[in-house]
């Protein structure tokens, strides 16, 4: 009876802790349960990525019944490491989401930024461009002024050379009738008096005042600011103050003439001096017709021309 | 009604047998292997959290192999659909570990950035 009684209590100590082993969840159950654990409590998980979350926790129910069901088995084992895993894979997606999601708010701001960049390169672009085309168009207008120029000097060229042409006109015309010298008081026009006046007169001949137009017109082409000079000049014959005179007079004639023909009043004045200055010998026919004549001496300007 | 006798008694042996042999998960290995590949090409094996699923995963592919040589073909899929789990886990981590480099570089090249607009600011 005793003995029975102990094998009875053996009996059930043995079964309870066959029973007790059996209730012992496995490792990897224990680690499946941690692992959901911390995906779920994490907010975030459930949040950005629900479906794995979801898958895990089915599989973890999956390994609990496989538990409850059969204990420790190894099916149990792989359901619950498959549950594990699961856990771990559904948190690394959501990272990885969460990563990639700042990334590209990154890389959008950055966008943004390049834009702005980009916008205040084309400012400046369009700013230089601005300064270029005003460049452009000062040059632009440089060379039309340029061009205006050049025609301004040709058309001065050409007048000047037609000036220099009527001048010489003036000149050989001149050089017909009477004898032109470069001396060093200036040109010096020399005039026969018999060309100009009547014997011991000094009213100025018809002829001579045709030929004394072709003076005023050389004299016109001539420095405007250069002084012209009109001297009267007589041979020895007859006293010396009638001649005087008589040159002063004709100088006169001849002075007042070339102003009525155009040229400057003050820019001409008149001198007479009779036989005093002669350029021939008074005693032949010859020379006394040489020494009666009018000088017109164009004394060139300080300024030179 | 003999012969329908007869023929069941030779059938039902048969359909036991059937239903008791595991066919070789081929598929579930091809799987298996494919997941720990990508994984790989993903650049597993240099990502510090995704080296320990990927070599757990090929340690269980060369474990279901052996067990489908012994004819254990129900021990082979289990492990190969442990197998399959820590290869794909193995290539989110590696994947993880890929964003992650990505955001860093991101980050510095928006600061180039803004130091580029705040220099181009001052210009103006």
Known sequence: MRTQSYIAILGLLVGGLAACAASL????LLSARNAYQRASNDGSTAKIN????????????????????????????????????????????????????????????????EKQTVAGTAAALARSK??????????ASKDVALAAGKVALKDEKTRREEAEKRAAQAMADLAKFASVKQEARGMVITLSGSVLFASAKSDLLPEAQLKLNDVANALIKEDPL?????????????????????????????????????????????????PSRSIADNKSPEGRANNRRVEIVVQPSPTGQ | MHNSIRLLLITAPLIGACAGSFPPPTQRLADAQSAER????????????????????????????????????ERADSLLIRAKMDGELALAQAREKTARVDHLEAAADSAEQKTTNAIQGAVK
């Open chain 1, 25 to 28: 969840p496995p490792q990897d």
């Open chain 1, 50 to 113: 629900p479906s794995d979350l979801d898958a895990a926790h089915k599989q973890l129910n999956v390994a609990e019944a496989a538990f409850t069901e059969n204990g420790d088995t190894q099916d149990t084992r792989d359901q619950a490491y498959l549950a594990m895993r699961r856990a771990e894979y559904a948190e690394v997606i959501a990272r990885t989401r969460t990563t990639d999601q700042a990334t590209g708010a990154t890389v959008d701001a950055m966008h943004a930024d």
């Open chain 1, 130 to 139: 601005t300064a270029l085309a005003s460049q452009d168009s000062a040059l």
């Open chain 1, 226 to 274: 250069s002084k012209i000079v009109v001297e009267g000049h007589t041979d020895s014959q007859g006293g010396v103050p009638y001649n005087q005179e008589l040159s002063q007079k004709r100088a006169q004639a001849v002075r007042d003439y070339l102003v009525s023909r155009g040229i400057a009043g003050d820019r001409v004045t008149s001198q007479g001096f009779g």
């Open chain 2, 38 to 73: 990508s994984a790989r090409e993903v650049g597993a094996n240099d990502a510090p959290a995704a080296q320990l699923p990927l070599k757990l995963a090929q340690d269980q592919i060369g474990q279901a192999q052996k067990a489908m040589a012994n004819g254990e073909n």
